[in-house]
């Protein structure tokens, strides 16, 4: 089945801790997206990538870092300079054109600091 | 940038009540879509408008795109209980959809 996956479902970290998110896409898109969701906030941009071995800051990239070594795959980490890391986090993909912007989500990480 | 401003951000109605979220982007749009997150799950892809005064029905659902493409709706007909979640729009511009916050609806059976 085609379709974009996000690992894992929950995650729990200690403060001070970075965390990596998975997340891997086998629908041949260019482009991927992160983005966080908090209560009431709807859905903000940290990171986009529109091809391979380039991506670009969102609108939160502060405390985040990613890397886009693989068209498949675009990997999210929680640095600990982020302060409020708790959170639902997203990934998406699309064929990266302005034409069509039509998002495909990964089913989601919760991330926990305890 | 671009924004993408949403209203309301919550609507409760009984069932069978006639729901409506708005969507109004600060420019133009060369597009938008439209998605529906259920409690706990994640967006999922509800359909995409292009022309201008383009109007596209699913079902109980009515999504209009403006004749000046920046402002859309989306009208629930006769809600049911599985119409509960919270609906966004995303305006196109450039190959970053830009999301609304959403609007959260909740059905009184």
């Known amino acids: 089945d085609g379709g974009i996956t996000q690992s894992p479902k929950y995650l729990f970290r200690k403060e001070g801790q970075n965390v990596t998110l998975s997340c891997e896409q086998n629908l041949n898109h260019d482009a991927m997206y992160w983005y966080r969701q908090d209560p009431g906030q709807g859905l903000r941009l940290i990171y986009y990538?529109?091809?391979?071995?380039?991506?670009q800051k969102g609108d939160i990239a502060e405390g985040y870092s990613v890397s886009r070594e693989k068209k498949e795959s675009f990997p999210l980490t929680v640095t600990s300079a982020q302060k409020n890391p708790t959170a639902f986090y997203l990934c998406?993909?699309?064929?990266?054109?302005?034409?069509?912007?039509?998002?495909?989500f990964g089913q989601g990480t919760r991330l926990t600091v305890v | 940038g671009q924004q993408v401003m949403q209203i309301p951000q919550y609507q409760h109605v009984q069932e069978g009540e006639d729901f409506t979220t708005y969507c109004n982007s600060s420019?133009?749009?060369?597009?938008i879509q439209w998605y529906k997150q259920r409690p706990g799950g994640h967006p999922v892809f509800l359909i995409q408008l292009v022309k201008s005064g383009e109007v596209k029905k699913q079902k109980r659902l009515t999504f209009q795109f403006g004749e000046a493409k920046k402002n859309s709706s989306l009208h629930i007909t006769a809600t049911q209980t599985t119409d509960v979640g919270t609906y966004f729009c995303?305006?196109?511009?450039?190959?970053?959809?830009?999301f609304g916050r959403g609007t959260s609806l909740i059905v009184h059976p």
């Open positions: 420019t133009t749009l060369s597009n």
């Open positions: 995303a305006g196109g511009g450039s190959y970053i959809p830009t």
């Open positions: 998406a993909s699309s064929i990266g054109r302005p034409s069509n912007t039509e998002a495909f």
């Open positions: 990538s529109q091809i391979v071995n380039d991506f």
